[in-house]
């Protein structure tokens, strides 16, 4: 049984799309151990506790400075004692002692198709803006596992999404997130699950 550990900071879709893969079959063998969100209002939490799994925040503003925060979010992961951790729209940069603590065990889902529109600065809306401003035709997301970088890590999975004359940043979030995030996600983690971390051969 895989054990996860997925950490949010808003709407909690991701998770979402994680906690029904995993009770309709298309994420195997895995449990979701453990909801951490570093935002006490994240609408996360709420699908969490909805579906009787622990969810806890662990929010800077509780700490007096990030040394103290990082080390008390590490607490946290290791509580719950993870074989993966997953970053579903998680706004917090993952210090370097929780990656070397857990490394190559760590993935983040990117609303693009990565290395376009990535690294420092990018996430959220400001994604899909700096898509449309480049009039690019199609765009995406990425599940990639997480290294000292900024979405830098090796990539797992990837799935494209036609950008429409019409879209805004808002209606172009939207279909990626329903086209791409949501079936993305749940299949990366389904295949460690079934494969394992280091058997990873994406096919
Ligand atoms: C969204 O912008 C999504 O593209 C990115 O994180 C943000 C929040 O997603 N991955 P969620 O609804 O909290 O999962």
């Given at each position: 049984?895989?054990?996860?550990?997925?950490?949010?900071?808003?709407?909690?879709?991701?998770?979402?799309?994680?906690?029904?893969?995993?009770?309709?079959?298309?994420?195997?063998?895995?449990?979701i151990v453990g909801v951490i969100s570093n935002n006490?209002?994240?609408?996360?939490?709420?699908?969490?506790?909805?579906?009787?799994?622990?969810?806890?925040?662990?929010?800077?503003?509780?700490?007096?400075?990030?040394?103290?925060?990082?080390?008390?979010?590490?607490?946290?992961?290791?509580?719950?004692?993870?074989?993966?951790?997953?970053?579903?729209?998680?706004?917090?940069?993952?210090?370097p002692e929780m990656i070397r603590a857990y490394p190559?065990?760590?993935?983040?889902?990117?609303?693009?198709?990565?290395?376009?529109?990535?690294?420092?600065?990018?996430?959220?809306?400001?994604?899909?803006?700096?898509?449309?401003?480049?009039?690019?035709?199609?765009?995406?997301?990425?599940?990639?596992?997480?290294?000292?970088?900024?979405?830098?890590?090796?990539?797992?999975?990837?799935?494209?999404?036609?950008?429409?004359?019409?879209?805004?940043?808002?209606?172009?979030?939207?279909?990626?997130?329903?086209?791409?995030?949501?079936?993305?996600?749940?299949?990366?983690?389904?295949?460690?699950?079934?494969?394992?971390?280091?058997?990873?051969?994406?096919?």
């Amino acid at each position: 049984m895989l054990r996860v550990v997925v950490c949010v900071s808003g709407g909690g879709t991701n998770l979402q799309a994680i906690i029904d893969g995993i009770a309709d079959g298309r994420i195997a063998d895995t449990r979701i151990v453990g909801v951490i969100s570093n935002n006490a209002g994240a609408f996360a939490l709420e699908r969490a506790r909805r579906s009787g799994i622990d969810a806890v925040c662990v929010s800077p503003r509780d700490y007096e400075d990030r040394a103290a925060f990082h080390g008390a979010l590490l607490e946290r992961v290791n509580g719950f004692a993870p074989d993966l951790i997953v970053l579903a729209g998680f706004l917090v940069t993952i210090p370097p002692e929780m990656i070397r603590a857990y490394p190559n065990r760590i993935i983040n889902i990117h609303p693009s198709l990565i290395p376009s529109f990535c690294g420092v600065g990018y996430y959220g809306l400001k994604v899909h803006e700096a898509a449309l401003k480049r009039g690019v035709k199609v765009t995406g997301a990425t599940v990639h596992y997480v290294d000292e970088g900024t979405d830098t890590g090796p990539i797992l999975l990837q799935k494209s999404v036609e950008v429409h004359e019409d879209d805004t940043p808002k209606t172009l979030q939207r279909r990626v997130m329903e086209e791409a995030e949501w079936v993305i996600l749940p299949q990366a983690i389904d295949r460690i699950a079934r494969k394992g971390h280091m058997e990873w051969n994406p096919e």
